[in-house]
């Protein structure tokens, strides 16, 4: 089966830093591109962030360019999320998911909370 | 603001068909699949259809989708109150090289 389970999430200071992890089994993780997506409780979904396989190519909403990296380990079917110099409005779950030319699975989500 | 845009709400008794529209672009719905998605509260999204009209596994075939154009839509014939849920379509856009989403659509069955 495929699972995806994520982890790191938790409460962090406005300016402050978090890194999520999303370890993913039951399929070729190196085959797949992998994408993050978040949702701030009770409102949509938005997208977050793409990584191609091999990492070749890497694609972040405006909002978090130049904050957020999103990065992949294919040895250890893992996929990453460093979010510096949080926000706010960085307050959601977090989801890793998995794309199959549309998201086909979905990790549980975690939440990240930016509150002083 | 939605770079795809759905109704906020649908509702029907048990037993109607019920449609949700997705509206979008020559960059997204024009190009690309449409998935649409169903989540409960307190729970994360399942994939249900795409605009192919696949379904994964386990998904009731009342559940169809289709595309023309720029615009897609989903169908729930036979509505049950199950299907009380919201529900998101979603594409990649080539334009903003990423993937977008609807507002979501709150599904009530009356």
């Known amino acids: 089966d495929v699972q995806l389970v994520e982890s790191g999430g938790g409460l962090v200071q406005p300016g402050g830093s978090l890194r999520l992890s999303c370890v993913c089994s039951?399929?070729?993780?190196?085959?797949?591109?992998m994408s993050w997506v978040r949702q701030v409780p009770g409102k949509g979904l938005e997208w977050v962030a793409t990584t191609r396989e091999s990492g070749r190519g890497k694609h972040y909403v405006d909002l978090v360019k130049g904050r957020f990296t999103v990065s992949r380990d294919d040895a250890t079917k893992s996929l990453f999320l460093q979010m510096n110099s949080l926000r706010v409005e960085d307050t959601a779950v977090y989801y890793c998911?998995?794309?199959?030319?549309?998201?086909?699975?979905w990790g549980q989500g975690t939440l990240v909370t930016v509150s002083s | 603001q939605s770079v795809l845009t759905q109704p906020p709400s649908a509702s029907g008794t048990p037993g109607q068909r019920v449609t949700i529209s997705c509206s979008g672009s020559?960059?997204?719905?024009?190009?690309?699949?449409v998935a649409w998605y169903q989540q409960f509260p307190g729970a994360a999204p399942k994939l249900l259809i795409n605009?192919?009209?696949q379904r994964p596994s386990g998904v009731p075939d009342r559940f169809s989708a289709s595309k023309s154009g720029t615009s897609a839509s989903l169908a729930i014939s036979g509505l049950q109150s199950e299907d009380e849920a919201d529900y998101y379509c979603s594409a990649w856009d080539d334009s903003l090289t990423g993937r977008v989403f609807g507002g979501g659509t709150k599904v009530t069955v009356l």
């Open positions: 998911a998995r794309e199959n030319y549309a998201i086909d699975y």
């Open positions: 605009s192919n009209n």
């Open positions: 039951g399929f070729n993780f190196r085959t797949y591109w």
């Open positions: 020559n960059s997204n719905i024009g190009r690309n699949i």
